[in-house]
């Protein structure tokens, strides 16, 4: 505990006795994967400083690595950090005390949604490059715009509710979301249930679109199922999302809605 609080203390002293012209530079801090790629993707400045440790070494490269801990967060001189709800509560009482916490909603409805942006323009100052994110977003709602039936399956057979985003997204392009009637958010479906609803479209989230490196897993039965693979062999029936863009859907809200357009080659 007194090596603890030595070292917080050490770390106060640091940010205390900074020189002028670094106490002005603007230095942020995220503590959440998917804010970690908004940031970069709109920061111009070098404001961006510090990220977390769950990107490839490859990724976001230049930027520090932090491990959540308070004391890797400090070490990084933060003006402002970006949490969101989902981050550990003490973590942020914590840090509120040394540097001005920014904690971001999780969208769920295209209200959530505006809200975020709001914030994220507020905070961040590139109000243009937000505005970019929803005005390009819409575009690519209005042109999948239409009155199809669809429904997203991951591994384990889960699939997204009424009240989530996809939901919402759903709604936004006029398509109906067949597992809004098997609970809210995160939802558990058979496939039984999958079968009989025959949905105009399938979006796969966290499979391979590869069936010879799909291997045969529990949490991957859908994926070899004959009447799913006949869908697969259907052109523009199946969609597959890579995981990288399913991961931060509404950070890569376009690129999610964008790729619902791609048609696929037949890999079967």
């Known amino acids: 505990m007194l090596f603890k609080f030595t070292t917080i203390s050490a ?16 230095r942020w801090v995220s503590l959440n994967q998917c804010v970690d790629i908004a940031l970069a993707r ?11 440790k769950l990107h490839k070494d490859s990724e976001l490269s230049g930027i520090e690595r932090h491990n959540g801990t308070l004391e890797s967060i400090l ?13 550990q509560r ?6 509120k005390d040394y540097v001005d916490v920014v904690i971001l909603p999780q969208p769920r409805s295209w209200e959530d949604y505006e809200q975020w942006l709001s914030i994220m323009s507020a905070q961040t100052g590139y109000s243009e490059k937000v ?27 889960y699939s997204w509710g009424e009240g989530s985003w996809t939901d919402s997204i759903f709604s936004q392009m006029g398509w109906q979301n067949l597992a809004s009637t098997a ?16 949905p105009d479209t399938v979006i796969m989230e966290g499979f ?14 859908w994926r070899h199922h004959p009447v799913v693979r006949r869908w697969m062999e259907e052109q523009d029936k199946v969609h597959f999302i890579p995981h990288e863009t399913s991961s931060c859907p509404v950070v890569n809200a376009v690129e999610y809605v964008e790729a619902l357009g791609h048609r696929r080659g037949n890999r079967e």
């Open 75 to 87: 070490s990084l001189r933060p003006t402002k950090v970006f949490a969101t709800e989902f981050n």
């Open 208 to 221: 391979t679109d590869d069936a010879k490196s799909a291997d045969f897993a529990l949490a991957n039965i």
């Open 90 to 95: 003490r973590l942020i009482e914590a840090l």
């Open 131 to 157: 505005d970019q994110h929803k005005t390009k977003l819409q575009i690519a709602l209005e042109s999948q715009a239409d009155s199809r039936s669809a429904i997203v399956i991951m591994p384990n057979q």
């Open 183 to 198: 609970g809210y958010d995160l939802v558990s479906i058979d496939l039984e249930q999958l079968i009989s609803w025959q």
């Open 11 to 26: 770390l106060l002293i640091a940010l205390t006795t900074l020189p002028a012209q670094a106490e002005n530079k603007k």
């Open 42 to 52: 709109w920061s111009e400045r070098g404001e961006l400083v510090g990220i977390t």
